[in-house]
């Protein structure tokens, strides 16, 4: 290992870290932001809207997040629809078009996790809800969501995880995120290992950050499930 | 339909790549899985126990891509260095080796959970019936305690083997010329991509639907004689 090295290229990683943590969070967001209408669709059973977004599921989580995202980064730039319109300014960027095969892909699992765990609402919440006067779209927003939200907590963190560990994709389309920047550091050093080791080591923190992050979290917020 | 046409071999070289990586290194995760669980459970040494709560920890702190690149790299330096200690000649980590064992290496350390939680669903009576029919521990386990814990883990063991099979769409990072290399070099080659990465999708999108129905099959067929579990 030279350590000479990486202690000058410190400040190159955490350039990538902090690209590793924009393509994590930013994707998780969107996918939320997403997935809970689609979810609050497919629980309400719409016609038409909940078969297509079953279907949309499926093909997103049964293909692999690496062809989407080629889709996504080589594909679209063949269709001269796209190529000529507004949207190109932002297509033509690969960290958009990281962000956006991401984002779908989280939304895709977001989806799948928030239906199941909206379906799982107990009916006595619906009745307490109804029995409060509250109209439907108060007693989504105000009982079913955040009750939905508290009990799926376990499962967040771990698709956190998950979306952090797919952001390592990035440096497939050229992005320096800690992969691409341990990577380019190899190169730049005529090195083959040394800076995989690094990268390694920093997404092994980050992970055990996120879980040691939501298992307190959910000592403080889950406390009631623990035995007393 | 005419832009595929003479890609056609090439992408069917590409999926069959892709399908022998995926089920040869699937075969290893099980391997691993189920020795790894036992060891975890039934291992005298701490120091053996250690090391596998090691490696699972490891693993699942490593993005996969990050995860194949660091063994490919690593055995190739291994082997480096084992080559010049016994003055050897040079010796080259094929990929494609490469690219099974370190998938397989991957989602073992998921299956060891998993197994561990299904050995320890089995209840004790159980392998002691066994022995006191007369089995010996190892038939024992193969006839008794390993089916039944197939069953508590096949759902857990489809949901890995698709993660698998999201993971074998990255080897092309260490050159294999699996389906997805394949895909984006005909694109490359012929301006457009969209045919080719489409190819790849369905491609996927078949094994999904086809595994999903095997795996269907082998939950009714673990299921015969499961009743309520005792």
């Given at each position: 290992m030279r350590f000479d090295l990486i202690a000058q290229s410190l400040g190159l990683f955490a350039q990538g870290l902090v690209m590793t943590l924009e393509l994590t969070i930013v994707p998780i967001l969107m996918g939320v932001l997403i997935a809970v209408p689609c979810a609050l669709a497919l629980y309400r059973n719409v016609r038409i809207v909940s078969p297509a977004l079953r279907a949309f599921c499926y093909l997103i989580c049964g293909t692999p997040l690496m062809v989407q995202l080629l889709i996504v980064y080589f594909g679209l730039a063949q269709l001269d629809f796209i190529r000529t319109s507004w949207a190109w300014a932002i297509l033509r960027d690969p960290w958009w078009c990281a962000v956006i095969a991401f984002s779908i892909n989280a939304a895709a699992y977001w989806i799948a996790l928030l239906s199941g765990a909206i379906s799982e609402t107990p009916r006595g919440q619906h009745e307490a809800a109804a029995a409060l006067g509250l109209t439907r779209r108060q007693a989504t927003w105000l009982v079913v969501l955040p009750a939905t939200f508290l009990r799926i907590l376990p499962q967040i963190g771990n698709e956190i995880v998950l979306v952090m560990h797919a952001s390592a994709l990035a440096s497939v389309v050229t992005l320096q995120d800690l992969l691409g920047v341990a990577r380019t550091f190899n190169v730049r050093h005529y090195l083959s290992l040394d800076g995989l080791v690094v990268a390694a080591i920093l997404y092994i923190a980050l992970t055990f950050t996120i879980v040691g992050v939501f298992a307190r979290v959910e000592r403080r917020y889950l406390a009631f499930l623990s035995p007393p | 339909m005419d832009t595929l046409s003479p890609y056609l071999p090439l992408l069917l070289h590409g999926t069959l790549v892709t399908i022998e990586v995926s089920v040869l290194s699937y075969v290893l995760a099980l391997l691993i899985g189920i020795a790894g669980a036992r060891a975890r459970l039934r291992a005298r040494s701490r120091l053996a126990r250690w090391l596998l709560v090691v490696y699972t920890t490891l693993v699942r702190g490593i993005p996969d891509i990050a995860a194949i690149l660091l063994i490919y790299v690593g055995s190739q330096q291994l082997a480096n260095a084992l080559t010049k200690l016994t003055g050897t000649g040079h010796v080259v980590v094929p990929p494609f080796l490469a690219g099974v064992v370190s998938v397989g290496v991957i989602y073992g350390a998921y299956l060891i959970e998993t197994f561990r939680g299904a050995f320890l669903s089995i209840p004790k009576g159980q392998g002691e019936a066994a022995q006191a029919l007369g089995l010996s521990r190892r038939t024992g386990f193969f006839l008794v305690i390993l089916p039944q814990a197939i069953r508590q883990a096949l759902p857990a063991c489809l949901n890995y083997w698709q993660a698998l099979l999201t993971s074998c769409a990255?080897?092309?990072?260490?050159g294999l010329d699996d389906v997805v290399r394949n895909g984006v070099d005909a694109g490359t080659a012929t301006g457009q991509p969209i045919p080719f990465l489409c190819a790849a999708l369905v491609f996927f999108l078949t094994i999904t639907w086809l595994s999903g129905l095997l795996f269907g099959w082998l939950r009714r067929r673990f299921a015969i004689g499961g009743g309520r579990a005792v």
């Open positions: - | 990255m080897v092309s990072v260490i």
